[in-house]
Structure formats: C-alpha cells, structure tokens
C-alpha cells in the first residue's frame, strides 16, 4: 500500500464515504433508464398492435365491398356504359376509398368509379401479379404497395374474382386505397414528440411513414432488408430498445407486430434522444447538486485533518525519541475527544517501556550467566555435538567434537560438507561411501529428525571409528530452520564387545546344532558325516578330515572327509601312529596340535608340510578325541588362509571334538547293542524251534491218554493238569514265535482293507461262547482301515481274554467301537480290581504280572499277549493305552489311521523297537 498522509487518507476517506452516493446515483439512474424504455416500448406496442387491427379493418372492409360488388348482377354483365355510371354514384358514397374499379378475364377494364377521372382510355392490368393471383386461385388478394398510373399516387388495394353461375372468375373487382389517405387516419394516435407509425406490406416496402408524408421510391424500400423485420412477418411482436433506424439514421427504440390475417407489419418508433431527454435532464440535476456536496465535504474534510494531523506529528516525534532512547520524553495533547485519550496511553506506554528496559536488562544479565553455564555444560558432554549452518557448512563444536575431529579448541570451525566427507572418510556401517545427502548434517538441515544412524569415520590418526548419530533441526519461533544439530556417540568399544559376544553366541548355536545333529543319528557312517560337515561351518575350516582309531591297531582310519582331493585321501587312508603327519602326531601325543602357518613353522612334520604345500593349505590344527579316557580318533582342520588361534578358539575345537568323540562311541555302542539284541532275537528263534516239537508231543499224548486210558481218578487229575499246562506252554511259545516274528527288520504285516467293525464282532462272539462273562458290543460304524486281518484279530484276543481273566465271575464286559475323526477307537473294559498306578506303566512289557503277588484279584498268570498287542498296534502307526482305577476295573483301547499310508507313530518310536518305557501310550 502506497504511503500517505495523514491528511490526505482523511481526505480519502471523506471520498469514499461519497463514493457509494454516487455508485446510488448511476444504479438508480440505470433503473430508470430500463423502466423508461419498458414503459415506452409497452405503449409502443399497445399503439401498434390497435393501428394493426384498424389495418386489418380496414382491409377486411374492402374485401367485404369487393365481394358485395362481385355478387352484383350489373357487375356480372361487364357491361361497361352502365357500369362505369353504377361506380360513378357507389364512389361519391363511399369517400373512404379512391377508386374502384371492373375488369374482364382479360385484365381489360369495363368499369370505372373514380371521380372527375375519366373512363378513357381503358386500363389493362392482365400483365398485375395480384390479377393472375386472383383468376389463378379464385380468391381475393390483397396486393403489395403499387405505384398506380390513373390516379398517379402510392396506394395498395384488394382483388375480388367476379364469378359466373358455375363458380368460375370471369372478371375482378378492384377497391384502391391510397396510402396518404390511410396515413391521416392515424396522424392523431401518437402518444408523444418525436414517435412515428408505419405500415409495411409483406415485402417490407413501406405504405406509410407519420415522420415522412411523402416518400420517395428509396424511402419506401428503407425496411426491405431489415432482418427483424421477417421476424415480425412470421407472426411474433418484437420490441428493440436499441436499433438503427433504416430511414432516418438514428438510434431509436420501438415496437414492430404483424396485421392479424394479413401479412403486414405495423411499426411504432421514436428517437432515443427525444424519448429520454427528460431522464438526461434528471440526472444532470442530480449530478450537480452531487458535485456540490463533494465540494462541501472536501472542505470540511481538510478542516478535520489539518485539526488532528498535527497532535499525530507529535506522537510520532515521540515514538522516534523512544526508539533512540529517550524513555522520559511525553506529549501533550488537548483535543478532548479520543486523541487525546491516545496521547495519554502513549505517555503511559513510554513509562511501561522504561520500567521494562530496566527488567529486561536484568534478565540480560541473567541470560548471560545461564549461557555460560549451558557452554560449561556442553563442553563437558561426552558426545559430540555438531552445529551446521543453511550454507551447508559445519560451524560449531563442543570439546568432544572437536576431539573427535583432532581439531585444536581456539582454532574456528568453518568446513563444508564435502570436505568434512572428503577429509575424514565417511561410509555407511557395511563400508560403502556415504553421499552428501545422505550426511546426517545435512538430513538435519533438511528437517529430518533421526536417531541411531551408524557410520564410519577415519579419524587424523588413522583409527576406524563405529559412530552412531542421532539429529534433528534446529528452528526459530516462526518455523524457520536456522541450524542443523546432530549428535554422535563414539560406539567402537561396544561394536567390538557385542561382536565378541555374537562370535560366542554363534559358538553356542554351531555346538547346539552339532548336538542335536549328533543326537539324531546313530550310525557311525552318518554321524561321521555330521561331524565332518559340522566342523566346517562351525570351525571356519576350508577342508577337514577325521580319522578312526581300532580297537588294539596301532593305526587311523580315514572315516570320512571334505575338501581334501582324492590323493590326499589315498594317500592318508591308513596311517601309522609313526607316520610324519601332524593327524599322526596328535594321536600319539594323544594332545591338540597346532601349525597358524606352515610355510612359516620352524619344524613341522614332513608329510603334513608336502601334503598341505601341494593342496594350498596354510593352517593344521588336529584334534584328538577322546571319550571315557581312551583315544577314538583325530580330527584334523585345514585352512587355505594363515591363522592365529587364541585360547578360546583352540577351546572350542577341543569341545566340538569332544562332542564328535561321544557320538562316535555311541555309534560303536548302538552297533554292539544291536549285534546283542540279533544274537538275542536268533536264540529266541532256536529255543522256540526246539520247544515247539516236544511240547506237541506231549500235549498229544497227555490227550490220548486222558481219553483211551482208564485210570485212577488221581492218575485222570494229573493227564489233566499235564494238558492244561502243555496247552499253556504252547501258547507261550505261540508268543514267543510271535515276539520273534516282529522283530525289527523283518517283514512284519501282510495289510488290506479290513472292517474293524466285522472283526471285533466275530471275535466277540467266538469269546462269548466259552466264558460265562457276558459281553456286551456298542459299536458305531466306522470306516474301513489298512491293516493285517490276523494280527489285528490276536489283538482284539488278547484284550478279550485278558479283560475275561482279571473279571469277577459273572461279571460284565464292555466293548465299543467307534470313530473320532480320521482314526477308529476300540476300548475294552472291565469290572475286575484294577491295576495299581506303579504298575501301569510296566504293563506293556513281556511276561509283566500287573497285579502283584496275594492282592485281590491275582491269577498267577503271566503271559506276552499285551506286549505283542503293544507291538502289533505301534507297527501299524497306532497308538494303544490303558486307563485304570484300582478297585473298579480296567479299560485297554487301541486306534488306528482310517486313511491308508497314515504316517502318524508315536513321537519316540521309530524303526519298529519295540521294547523300553519309552515306546508305550498311557
């Protein structure tokens, strides 16, 4: 905004307090202007819309005296002597028309009534447009304006066809009206100075002008090509507020409508000028006397700010002496009004300041002191803190900064971000080369806040330096960023800890997964190869070997290897405990030998040092292993690189050779277990073999005694007791063959589909026939499973009979069967006395008594049908238990996999053992 004056703004003011009684004026001028035009071409309208129908009268009028005249029996003789008299007298009594007139179908005229003209020479008129429309169409026509020969005038007039009896024209009858005549009619229908009528025909020639009695040929054709004009034609009225008008020039205002049933157009026009000169006066008026209220304003208005402009020069000398200082300066002012007031408030303003520069200088004083405080603080901060300016150059420091940076504390900070970069070698924390952008100076100053941005800095002295930098800008109180804050804490020494502690860490997980890799396997070959490819990853080693020691050999036995090429192999695959090999030296010495690099010892083995020359190996170490004080082998890693071992390192090569010691005495265990559990499986075999034949013998004859011998009742007693305990060693060495045949690795099961439902109600009724238990069978139906028909059937006995044996007499069996979804359940229950909690665990094992010898219930039978029907369910991937409470009974159930091929197995059996705790589901 421009400066002004007081003085002058006042003035201004007054202006445009004037302003909206003009913009008043010119709106209320324009209304009236558009209500003076409406109301002027409203009267136009009505005005030319009542000349329009008189027109149209009028015009009607002559149509009607045609037809009269038409229907003339004098006028239908065309006979001219009396016609011409007949018109005569009809024309001194109808003064309102000039002439008429009677022509043959030849255009010849027969009949003249025009006074003081005469009938001679005779008119022919055959060549008319309005004659050939008339005989053409046998109607009447009402012509165009036409200039006339007798009289010489401009005249238009109406054609009526002369008919004869059958309809036919045979003549016209024309009735002539001049156009002057027409025009004095309406001289009196204007409603004002300066407003004119006209008519117009179709063509758009005029018949008459009221502003010009007396129109030329031009004059007449002014409106022919007036384009509003055929608008009008075609039956709408039209109002023009502004147009040129064709004849005279002038910007006019009026309204144009068409003669109803006839195609003219009647106009009624005045000049603009002349129709709104009395609203110009008007407002010539009121602008004068609006101009001379402007001018009385302004008067006063230069009185008011000559009055008020000079108390306002005071305060502002005043509020320049307070700016330079001068706190006890006042002004006096005595208008009475608010001015006044104002001049008081800034006297009392002047002394507010001056009590405030005195606080204010305090608190400088203050402000001062805690500064230095907070420069004391900073400068004792551990961490660095750097400041960089918008420029994008780091300005300032503290103490630990400019330690940081090797800088010296007097010497002034003023470096630009790309030789900070440059000089101390920035790099992202994986070593690639940090961009300016990437700059957490330069992040700050873009408004990014970040924390824990690691990074590496190579300080004056060469040293490599782990960072971690944490920033954010710096902004005024409008938001503006003025500085760039980053701070960075030195994190090397805990880098370096935490790697240590990840490097032991790691060192956990490498011997937790030789572990359990060697807890899985316990054939020697493959835990050989765990151990070899374990101590790959786990020692950092390039190539490894391990060998075996022979029980009473005084030799090793390559076992397994990786990375050593096959002449290295050949070559090792035996050797001596003499042989010059640091693996040789290591078994003799039976302790860890060590070679960081071979072409550097002093006297290393000979073998080693040509084996390792011609692979590329720099780095042996041999490991002995022991397990239970006696040597079971070497292992030996190689390096490709140089490599110094610390304490912890030679350590954990002697723990993961420890590990690698017991897992191969366990294989040779498992192997010597095995071999026993064959040998065990093979006298079984035998022994059953051998039973089987006399245990036949002597059951036969006990029966054919017992039948065909008659003898004492005490030698009948003893046959008896000799079958009955016959039969129950042959049903032990039933089950011993059984035990035998389920061996593991032997084919156990011949499966197909079998109906579990079928099975256990045949098996139930074969049972019930030979007890007097009753059984009692709820069984669902239950889909088909995948197993062997007669085993499945030994179960389903075994559980019967020993569900029969421990019950009471008489009492009841229970036996369901149903489905729980994609395995089918088989529970057998009893009433007997139940199975102590100690025992059950054991109850799967062979020839176990679950009752305890004189408890109630005790049978003194044992047997292995529960052990073998432990075997059968686990190998086809069931799972079966007991439930039992002592003192109400017992409850064996078995499930197995409705789907064929199910994998389920208890989770600690595998390979079909089938002996052990472990194996069995309580």
């Not at 169409?137 to 036409?146: G, I, K, M, Q, R």
């Not at 106009?267 to 407002?283: H, K, M, Q, T, W």
């Not at 005790?858 to 069931?878: D, F, K, N, P």
Request: glycine residues 8%.
């Amino acid at each position: 905004m421009p400066r002004l004056p007081f003085h002058r703004k006042l003035l201004l003011a007054f202006a445009a307090v004037l302003l909206p009684v003009l913009v008043l004026l010119c709106a209320d001028f324009v209304l009236n202007l558009q209500r003076t035009q409406q109301t002027l071409l409203d009267a136009q309208g009505l005005t030319a819309q009542a000349v329009a129908v008189q027109v149209a009268d009028s015009l009607d009028a002559a149509v009607e005296l045609g037809w009269a005249l038409a229907n003339d029996p004098l006028v239908r003789t065309l006979d001219a002597p009396q016609l011409d008299e007949h018109l005569q007298r009809l024309a001194r009594h109808l003064p309102r028309y000039d002439a008429i007139g009677v022509y043959d179908a030849s255009g010849l005229n027969r009949g003249w009534g025009v006074l003081g003209l005469p009938a001679e020479p005779r008119l022919q008129i055959g060549d008319r447009p309005y004659f050939q429309r008339v005989m053409a169409t046998n109607a009447p026509v009402v012509s165009e304006v036409l200039q006339l020969r007798r009289p010489l005038s401009v005249a238009m007039l109406v054609s009526v066809p002369v008919r004869d009896a059958r309809g036919r024209a045979v003549g016209v009858v024309n009735v002539v009206m001049q156009t002057e005549r027409l025009a004095q009619r309406y001289q009196m229908a204007r409603l004002q100075p300066g407003q004119d009528i006209m008519l117009m025909d179709s063509r758009g020639r005029l018949a008459f002008h009221t502003g010009y009695p007396h129109l030329s040929n031009e004059q007449s054709l002014a409106f022919a090509a007036w384009k509003p004009l055929q608008e009008v034609l075609l039956g709408s009225s039209l109002n023009l507020d502004r147009f040129v008008h064709p004849l005279t020039q002038e910007l006019s205002l009026g309204a144009f409508v068409s003669t109803p049933r006839h195609r003219w157009v009647v106009g009624v026009a005045s000049s603009r000028d002349s129709a709104l000169a009395p609203l110009y006066a008007g407002l010539r008026t009121k602008l004068l006397a609006f101009g001379g209220i402007l001018l009385l304003s302004g008067c006063i208005a230069v009185g008011l700010a000559r009055l008020y402009s000079k108390p306002v020069r005071r305060l502002q000398l005043l509020a320049h002496a307070l700016g330079k200082g001068a706190l006890e300066q006042r002004v006096r002012i005595r208008t009475g009004d608010e001015l006044e007031d104002l001049g008081t408030a800034f006297n009392e303003m002047a002394g507010q300041i001056a009590q405030r520069q005195r606080e204010v200088n305090a608190l400088r004083a203050e402000t001062e002191h805690h500064a230095g405080q907070l420069r004391a603080i900073i400068a004792s901060v551990p961490d660095a803190i750097f400041l960089a300016s918008p420029e994008g150059v780091l300005c300032d420091a503290n103490l630990a900064g400019l330690r940081l940076l090797g800088i010296e504390g007097g010497v002034p900070l003023n470096m630009p971000f790309a030789e900070f970069l440059r000089r101390y070698h920035l790099r992202h924390l994986d070593g690639r080369p940090m961009a300016l952008a990437q700059l957490p100076l330069h992040r700050a100053l873009s408004g990014e806040t970040f924390t824990d941005v690691e990074m590496r800095l190579r300080d004056p002295w060469g040293q490599e330096r782990l960072l971690s930098a944490n920033g954010a800008p710096v902004k005024d109180a409008s938001g503006n960023i003025i500085l760039g804050e980053t701070v960075i804490h030195d994190i090397t020494g805990r880098r370096k800890d935490e790697e240590e502690r990840s490097r032991l860490l790691d060192r956990e997980r490498a011997l937790a997964r030789i572990g359990q890799a060697l807890v899985r396997e316990v054939e020697l070959e493959r835990i050989a190869h765990v151990a070899s490819e374990q101590s790959l990853h786990a020692l950092g080693a390039d190539a490894v070997g391990l060998w075996l020691v022979q029980p009473g050999q005084p030799h090793l036995t390559l076992l397994v290897s990786h990375g050593l090429s096959k002449t290295v192999r050949e070559r090792c695959r035996e050797l001596p405990f003499e042989a010059p090999l640091l693996t040789a030296q290591a078994a003799r010495e039976e302790k860890l030998q060590v070679i960081e690099d071979i072409q550097g010892a002093k006297a290393p083995p000979s073998l080693s040092h040509t084996l390792a020359t011609g692979e590329g190996f720099r780095s042996l170490v041999s490991v002995p292993l022991h397990s239970r004080n006696h040597l079971v082998g070497v292992m030996t890693c190689f390096t490709n690189t140089p490599r110094q071992f610390s304490s912890r390192e030679l350590e954990f090569h002697i723990t993961v050779g420890q590990l690698f010691a017991v897992a191969i005495e366990k294989a040779r265990l498992f192997q010597e277990v095995r071999e026993a559990l064959r040998l065990r499986e093979e006298f079984m075999s035998a022994a059953a073999h051998e039973l089987r034949t006399p245990v036949t013998t002597i059951q036969t004859w006990a029966d054919i005694l017992s039948r065909m011998e008659e003898g004492s009742v005490r030698q009948q007693k003893g046959l008896a007791a000799i079958a009955r305990s016959t039969r129950r060693l042959a049903r032990l060495v039933e089950h011993l063959f059984s035990a035998v045949w389920m061996a593991p690795g032997l084919p156990k099961l011949e499966r197909d589909r079998l109906d579990l439902k079928a099975l256990v109600t045949e098996r139930v009724k074969s049972l019930s026939r030979t007890t007097e238990n009753p059984i009692y069978l709820e069984a669902d139906d239950v889909p088909a499973v995948d197993a062997d028909h007669q085993r499945m059937g030994e179960v389903v006995a075994h559980l019967l009979e020993n569900a029969i044996r421990y019950s009471p007499p008489l009492g009841p069996i229970e036996v369901r069967l149903s489905s729980e979804g994609n395995r089918a359940l088989c529970c057998i229950s009893d009433h007997g006395p139940g199975i102590p909690l100690d025992r059950q665990p054991h109850v799967f094992e062979p020839l176990y008594e679950p009752l305890p010898s004189g408890a109630p219930g005790y049978v003194g039978v044992v047997g292995m049908g529960l052990h073998l029907s432990w075997q059968i369910i686990e190998a086809h991937g069931g799972h079966i238990w007991l439930e039992s409470v002592p003192g109400e009974g017992s409850t064996f159930c078995f499930s197995l996999p409705v789907q064929k091929g199910d994998p389920a197995r208890p989770p600690a059996c595998e390979g079909g053992l089938k002996s052990g705790p472990h194996c069995r589901t309580l």
